[in-house]
Antibody, heavy 121, light 108 residues
Framework: EVQLLESGGGLAQPGESLRLSCAAS????????MTWVRQAPGKGLEWVSS????????FYADSVKGRFTISRDSSKNTLYLQMNSLRAGDTAVYYC??????????????WGQGTLVTVSS | SNELTQPPSVSVSPGQTARITCSGH??????TYWYQQKSGQAPVLVIY???ERPSGIPERFSGSSSGTTVTLTIRGVQAEDEADYHC???????????FGGGTKVTVL
């Protein structure tokens, strides 16, 4: 069974940093692109970032480019999202998901249960 | 503009058909994917590549595409189908992906 388990969320002040992790199991992690998607309270889904299976190529939404960094460690079957210079607008539940298809921007299945990030002073 | 537009809400009686649209300028060129999100839960993929249904998704869910609009259709709606539905697709050049604003389906 494919499982994705996010961790690392919590409360941060504006300008601070957090690192999210997503532990993957049940599939060949090193062969699979991965992604992060967030959802602000009461709002829709917002794609944040994706990374190819090799980790060589990354993609970012304009809203996080230059502040967030996606990475992966295939030896640990873990996906990361380093979030720097956090803003109140980054407050959201952050989901990791496996990417299926031929591109790191194709469809996402399945999704983890999410981890809540709250940015507030 | 690089946006996906969905109606905020759709209401339907049990047993009837719900149609949820998603419009975007790049949709004739890019595939669209649909996700169901029930209250307090993570999204679940229900349609990929415009019309394909993943294993385990009921046959009453189907997708179609026409020009700049794609449609998720739920035939014979059941109470358990009450959820938010989100479309996803990429920009013209395939350099980023995006979601529509989501549609809340209410079963009357």
């Amino acid at each position: 069974e494919v499982q994705l388990l996010e961790s690392g969320g919590g409360l941060a002040q504006p300008g601070e940093s957090l690192r999210l992790s997503c532990a993957a199991s049940g599939f060949t992690f090193s062969d699979t692109a991965m992604t992060w998607v967030r959802q602000a309270p009461g709002k829709g889904l917002e794609w944040v970032s994706s990374i190819t299976a090799s980790g060589v190529t990354t993609f970012y939404a304009d809203s996080v480019k230059g502040r967030f960094t996606i990475s992966r460690d295939s030896s640990k079957n873990t996906l990361y999202l380093q979030m720097n210079s956090l803003r109140a607008g980054d407050t959201a539940v952050y989901y990791c998901a496996r990417v299926l298809g031929s591109s790191a921007l194709d469809w996402f299945d399945p999704w983890g249960q999410g981890t809540l990030v709250t940015v507030s002073s | 503009s690089n946006e996906l537009t969905q109606p905020p809400s759709v209401s339907v009686s049990p047993g009837q058909t719900a149609r949820i649209t998603c419009s975007g300028h790049a949709l004739p060129k890019q595939y669209t994917y649909w996700y169901q999100q029930k209250s307090g839960q993570a999204p679940v993929l229900v349609i990929y590549k415009d019309t394909e249904r993943p294993s385990g998704i009921p046959e009453r869910f189907s997708g179609s595409s026409s020009g700049t609009t794609v449609t998720l259709t739920i035939r014979g709606v059941q109470a358990e189908d009450e959820a938010d539905y989100h479309c996803q697709s990429a920009d013209f050049r395939g350099t980023y992906t995006m979601f529509g604003g989501g549609t809340k389906v209410t079963v009357l």
